[in-house]
């Protein structure tokens, strides 16, 4: 019974990641946030094409995207329908929406960076952490410009101090449960490989929050 609790919420929290806010946002506004800026359909790149107000949108519904299927999956395999015991679900559901979202199946495995969805699953796993490196994010955004070290800026202080914790309590869900959150983190990681290798050649696109930036109209380049 527990492994089919275990395919449920890989299977379930990778088909709700496929749902990507920013594309649904952007065909409303009878556009393609894929064939704008970045080309990326996620969160910055809608902060750069359609403002402030549809990017904080898109990072709230990507953000909860990530929370909801890391509550479900801590539920459903906690000790007995609860939130007691091993965070294992949380954590199997927080890879798996990422997974669904970075590669999701619905649009030919071409999504998004998984950023805005991990800080919902860090929401999930230490609030109090991704609240305040999200302050500090938002301020080092507004004075660099740049978006893709403020990303992980967000999300790496959350993710590693929910791995320590993992690996301090030990038992034999510790190593599998260090393996996961390593995972996420590895994943946006490697979606955002051209912005590490545009960040070292000094080429990494500007994100303005407020006011109009110069470069989303610009020829579409990855991100």
């Known amino acids: ?10 299977v379930g929290s990778y088909l709700f990641g496929n749902i990507n806010t920013a594309l649904i946002i952007s065909k409303i506004k009878k556009g393609d946030v894929r064939k704008m800026g970045s ?12 403002g402030v ?10 953000a909860l995207k990530g929370a909801v299927p890391c509550i479900l999956g801590w539920w459903l395999l906690g000790e007995e329908y609860t939130f007691a ?25 071409k999504g998004g960076k998984g950023i805005a969805s991990s800080i919902g699953v860090c929401l999930v796993a230490h609030p109090l952490a991704t609240l305040v490196t999200f302050v500090v994010g938002v301020l080092f955004l507004l004075v660099t410009k740049m978006g893709s070290i403020t990303s992980f800026l967000i999300i ?4 590693a101090i929910e791995g320590y914790e993992a690996a301090a309590l030990g038992g034999n ?17 490697f979606a955002h490989r051209k912005n590490v290798v545009k960040l070292f050649r000094g080429k990494e696109s500007k994100t303005v929050l407020f006011g109009k930036n110069k470069s989303a109209k610009k020829k579409k380049e990855a991100v």
Do not use: E
Request: overall charge positive; some cysteine.
């Open 156 to 159: 790496s202080f959350p993710l």
């Open 39 to 50: 080309g990326n359909p996620g969160t910055m790149n809608m902060f750069r094409n359609y």
């Open 53 to 62: 107000v549809l990017g904080v949108v898109t990072l709230l519904c990507d």
């Open 173 to 189: 869900m510790a190593i599998v449960n260090c393996l996961l959150i390593f995972a996420l983190f590895a994943l946006t990681l």
């Open 1 to 10: 019974m527990y492994i089919f609790k275990i395919i449920a919420v890989i």
């Open 85 to 109: 015991g091993s965070r294992f679900g949380l954590y199997l559901g927080g890879f798996s929406v990422i997974v669904g979202h970075v590669f999701p199946v619905f649009l030919k495995f």
